[in-house]
Nanobody, 121 residues
Framework: QVQLVDSGGGLVKAGGSLRLSCAAS????????MGWFRQAPGKEREFVGG????????YYVDSVKGRFTISRENAKSTVYLQMDSLKPEDTAVYYC??????????????WGQGTQVTVSS
């Protein structure tokens, strides 16, 4: 069982930046596709983007494309979500998730505890 720990959330003004981290336990990180999701108050959880095990391919939803960047350091078993040009509508609890295989849009089966991101206008 992979355990994921999210961190890095906080309060930032619109236009600012934050970097979220997700540290994974276990020795299987190099085999995991990693995803980032978010859930705003009163809304369903939505997929933000993901990265393949090798780190050579990333995918983003249109609402964050060009502003968010996902990267990973397999030697540290950590995936990152760099968020730039933040908007108030980016306010949400952000979760990392993992799955085996090479499908970024597939079903994820392990989740971090979430970290709150609040963007003030």
């Amino acid at each position: 069982q992979v355990q994921l720990v999210d961190s890095g959330g906080g309060l930032v003004k619109a236009g600012g930046s934050l970097r979220l981290s997700c540290a994974a336990s276990g020795r299987t990180f190099r085999a995991l596709t990693m995803g980032w999701f978010r859930q705003a108050p009163g809304k369903e959880r939505e997929f933000v983007g993901g990265i393949l095990p090798s780190g050579n391919y990333t995918y983003y939803v249109d609402s964050v494309k060009g502003r968010f960047t996902i990267s990973r350091e397999n030697a540290k078993s950590t995936v990152y979500l760099q968020m730039d040009s933040l908007k108030p509508e980016d306010t949400a609890v952000y979760y990392c998730a993992s799955r085996f295989g090479f499908s970024i849009r597939g079903e994820y089966d392990n989740w971090g505890q979430g970290t709150q991101v609040t963007v003030s206008s």
